[in-house]
T-cell receptor, first 114, second 114 residues
Framework: DQQVKQNSPSLSVQEGRISILNCDYTNSMFDYFLWYKKYPAEGPTFLISISSIKDKNEDGRFTVFLNKSAKHLSLHIVPSQPGDSAVYFCAASDDRDSGYALNFGKGTSLLVTP | DSGVTQTPKHLITATGQRVTLRCSPRSGDLSVYWYQQSLDQGLQFLIQYYNGEERAKGNILERFSAQQFPDLHSELNLSSLELGDSALYFC?????????????FGSGTRLTVV
């Protein structure tokens, strides 16, 4: 049962434009959300996170938005750069239930073209 | 180099066999997590150890077991292997067992069962 869903397997964006990666979740008990980036032959790398008490968190070119009522979060990358080309995973957790285990989506492959 | 070391990087074995995957966490990290990534799947949480003790358990099969040793390295044992166990196995570590700043992942062990 996939509790975190990334419905777009891939996304292609031109360099300099905005990349928007979307993520939906079904478990209303999730209270912490993270985005990871993964390059081939490497492990996922933590990118940015947001607590359920916030609706926005920003770190440089990366901003995560959380809409709890819609159970939806998105990652915005502005401006997109070719080095951002990677697979992006959305993850969520319910600390009260499973310690700090994360539930991951299947990932969205982002390609930023020059 | 993330600081989390996983060995071996690749493993090919036959059905019915038993293998051990090893993980050395980043220096100072007390918690170790194991995740499985099968083809076209997101990362699935298997198990978490904190300072030698099992802390959380996910969808880990009974044929799989893990432990964390006093020096904090961890081993994931997979037995009676089946073709469907072929996957990327990631280990991650964190300082306190909290994911608030994200886990640090290793580069994974690719297991192929033939």
């Amino acid at each position: 049962d996939q509790q975190v869903k990334q419905n777009s397997p891939s996304l292609s964006v031109q360099e300099g434009r905005i990349s928007i990666l979307n993520c939906d979740y079904t478990n209303s008990m999730f209270d912490y959300f993270l985005w990871y980036k993964k390059y081939p032959a490497e492990g996922p790398t933590f990118l940015i996170s947001i607590s359920s008490i916030k609706d926005k968190n920003e770190d440089g070119r990366f901003t995560v938005f959380l809409n709890k009522s819609a159970k939806h979060l998105s990652l915005h990358i502005v401006p997109s750069q070719p080095g951002d080309s990677a697979v992006y995973f959305c993850a969520a957790s319910d600390d009260r239930d499973s310690g700090y285990a994360l539930n991951f989506g299947k990932g969205t492959s982002l390609l930023v073209t020059p | 180099d993330s600081g989390v070391t996983q060995t071996p990087k690749h493993l090919i074995t036959a059905t019915g066999q038993r293998v051990t995957l090893r993980c050395s966490p980043r220096s100072g990290d007390l918690s170790v997590y194991w995740y499985q990534q099968s083809l076209d799947q997101g990362l699935q949480f298997l198990i978490q150890y904190y300072n030698g003790e099992e802390r959380a358990k996910g969808n880990i099969l009974e044929r799989f077991s893990a432990q964390q040793f006093p020096d904090l390295h961890s081993e994931l044992n997979l037995s009676s292997l089946e073709l469907g166990d072929s996957a990327l196995y990631f280990c991650a570590s964190s300082v306190t067992g909290s994911h608030n700043y994200g886990y640090t992942f290793g580069s994974g062990t690719r297991l192929t069962v033939v």
